[in-house]
């Protein structure tokens, strides 16, 4: 069956610490690849997207995801993470343009 | 023991039809959202309620209504449906409003 795991469900880091999230996909033919974003009392978010193209794709914020298609991986990343990144991270996948499938999400809270 | 699931899973229908989908959670939780996954598969935020009432009415046209007989249910009623209804409905669900979302598996709606 068609599934997304995100490994790490709790990642706790101190300010300015790299950050990268685990994103893996069953195989399935053509991809599209999502990161959703949910800040504390708000909505999801698009933070970014992976349609075709570049397999680096940056986002917002400073965020980017790299898209590796022998690994089935879309992992997220950050060079130096901020207070204000303290949120919870869904990765999702659309099968041939199917629809999405949501990962389990990571929630990562960043102390200063 | 799925948390949150959706009927039906897949709906064909034709215009000016009006029509339901149903979405359960077992989890417990008071808030529970509807989300429309649109062409470019992009998540859009449509309604929310939280212990029965309404708290979230996003831009969406008067012939989609929710409706929440209980905590644990959260229904889409959509009358006159058209063309550009077709789309993937995703439900989900949270403890409280804001708090990590749980995904149901969608709702492919088709109108003819």
């Known amino acids: 069956a068609q599934s997304v795991s995100q490994h790490n469900h709790h990642v706790i880091l101190s300010e300015a610490a790299s950050l990268e999230l685990g994103c893996n996909y069953s195989?399935?033919?053509?991809?599209?690849l999502f990161w959703y974003v949910q800040y504390p009392g708000q909505h999801l978010q698009l933070l970014l997207k992976?349609?075709?193209?570049?397999?680096l794709v940056k986002g917002i914020k400073g965020f980017e995801a790299e898209f590796i298609k022998s690994k089935f991986s879309f992992n997220l990343r950050k060079p130096s993470v901020q207070w204000s990144d303290t949120a919870e991270y869904f990765c999702?996948?659309?099968?041939?343009?199917?629809?999405?499938?949501f990962g389990t999400g990571t929630r990562l809270q960043v102390f200063p | 023991d799925t948390a949150v699931s959706q009927t039906p899973k897949y709906l064909v229908t034709q215009m000016g039809n009006d029509k339901s989908i149903k979405c359960e959670q077992n989890?417990?939780?008071?808030?529970m959202y509807w989300y429309k996954q649109d062409s470019k598969k992009f998540l859009k935020i449509m309604f929310s309620?939280?212990?029965?009432?309404?708290?979230i009415n996003e831009t969406v046209p008067n012939r989609f209504s929710p409706k929440s007989p209980d905590k644990a249910h959260l229904n889409l009623h959509i009358n006159s449906l058209e063309l550009g209804d077709s789309a993937v409905y995703f439900c989900?669900?949270?403890?409280?409003?804001?708090?990590?979302?749980?995904f149901g598996p969608g709702t492919r709606l088709t109108v003819l």
């Open positions: 195989y399935g033919g053509t991809v599209n």
């Open positions: 309620y939280n212990n029965k009432e309404l708290i």
């Open positions: 992976y349609f075709s193209g570049d397999p």
């Open positions: 989890l417990g939780h008071d808030t």
């Open positions: 999702a996948v659309s099968y041939n343009t199917d629809k999405l499938i």
């Open positions: 989900a669900s949270a403890p409280k409003p804001g708090s990590r979302q749980y």
